[in-house]
Structure formats: C-alpha cells, structure tokens
C-alpha cells in the first residue's frame, strides 16, 4: 500500500507562474488536507476536504485552491505564485468515519516549493 | 483561538534517559490531544491520541500524559536511543492545530 503519494517532491517556481500540486491517496479516507510547514511557524492547515465534492478553508487559504472530485485525489493549485508561498506542502488523509477529533492523519513526504 | 505552544529549543539528552516534551494549550481543553514524530525531509507520523478523561496513555517506550488544570501534555520516551532523535508534534485534532514542535537529539 503506497499510502499517500504528492507530486513533484521538489519544485522551483518563477513568481507570477502556476501551478498544481498533486496528492493521491489510496487508503480510501473520507478526509484530507493539505498544510504548509515554514521554519519557525509550525505546520498550518490551507485546506480540507471532509468528503469528495466538498472543501473548506483552513488557517492559511489565500493565494491557494483546491477540488476534491473524487475520493482518492486533492490537488493544491497556486494560479499566481508569490515567494511568501515558499514552502515545504504536506498532504495529508484520514478516515473520518469515527469522528474528526479521534482520526489519525496520514501525512505523504510533501513538496518543497520555492517560488523566485 | 486556541494555540499550542511546545519548546522551540532542542533537548539533548544522553541516550538510555528519559526524554520529557511538553506540550501547553490556551482557552478550553481539547476533548483530545495527539502526538506525531517527524524525521527531516519527511511526513509526520502518528504515535499517539489522549483523550481528556485518561491521565496517561502508553504505547511501549512511549508516554502520554494529560493535566486539563494545567492545560498542559507531556510526552516521555522511557530508555531513549538515538534512533529516538526526531522532532515530535502536538496536535489539537478537533481545530486541526499543531504546535510548532521540539527536536529531541539523543547521544549514543
């Protein structure tokens, strides 16, 4: 089981440019995310998806897009890139049948992003 | 809002000690609090939930406690080993929060 998977592993973008970021999962989750991680800041949520054909704002949403057409796929598009969005993006999944306060989160290797 | 906050120093200790993280929240106490190691360049990894009614939780070498007076978890590594050496996070899953985390290093 690939668990979750997030294309590309690295990625140099010129300002202005955009572009997608993929995530797939294959475990089947009803849940998943997408955060950004910044040296000093922590992990910060962008967006989420409880269920596919639904999506919410997390702490961090603007400048950012997402769509969850189907279960398996939550891809993170910038349409403008700034530098402020250099970044290292973890996805991440989970059940969210029993619960959202109980799920474990299943987090892929992120996207290491820098935007010039 | 609700915050996290973790120590942002490393903690160094010597390897076959006992490794304590601390993890503090503001406001209300979460009904459940959640424990991730993240090694570099990688994902974070599940370790352990706490719920608000257990005091403690264990998972092998692995320790969760929970003080709702104190809003405060600490989180014990019991005979640490080098391969212990991560940073570790907390997590507040209902506001899907996460503290910032602490880099533990063990010495051999």
């Known amino acids: 089981t690939a668990g979750i998977t997030q294309a590309p592993t690295s990625q140099i973008l010129a300002a202005g440019r955009s572009m997608t970021l993929r995530c797939t999962q294959d475990?089947?989750?009803?849940?998943m995310y997408w955060y950004r991680q910044d040296l000093g800041l922590g992990l910060r949520l962008i967006h989420y998806?409880?269920?596919?054909?639904?999506?919410g704002k997390g702490e961090v949403p603007d400048g950012y897009s997402v769509s969850r057409a189907n279960t398996d796929d939550f891809p993170l598009t910038l349409a403008s890139a700034v530098p402020s969005q250099t970044s290292v993006y973890f996805c991440?999944?989970?059940?969210?049948?029993?619960?959202?306060?109980?799920?474990?989160?299943?987090f892929g290797p992120g996207t290491r992003l820098t935007v010039l | 809002s609700q915050k996290i906050e973790q120590n942002s120093e490393a903690l160094n200790i010597q390897e076959g000690k006992t490794a304590t993280l601390t993890c503090n929240y503001t406001?209300?106490?979460?009904?459940?609090l959640q424990w991730y190691r993240q090694d570099p360049g990688r994902g974070p990894v599940f370790l352990l939930l706490?719920?608000?009614?257990?005091k403690e939780k264990r998972k092998e070498r692995l320790k969760v406690t929970f003080d709702t007076t104190l809003k405060q978890s600490l989180f014990h590594i019991t005979a640490s080993q080098p391969a212990d050496s991560a940073t570790y996070l907390c997590?507040?899953?209902?506001?899907?929060?996460f503290g910032k985390g602490t880099m533990l290093l063990v010495s051999p």
């Open positions: 406001n209300y106490s979460p009904a459940y």
């Open positions: 706490i719920r608000e009614n257990e």
């Open positions: 991440a999944s989970s059940d969210g049948t029993s619960g959202r306060a109980t799920d474990t989160q299943y």
């Open positions: 998806s409880n269920t596919a054909g639904t999506t």
């Open positions: 997590a507040l899953y209902s506001t899907l929060t």
């Open positions: 475990m089947r989750h009803n849940a």
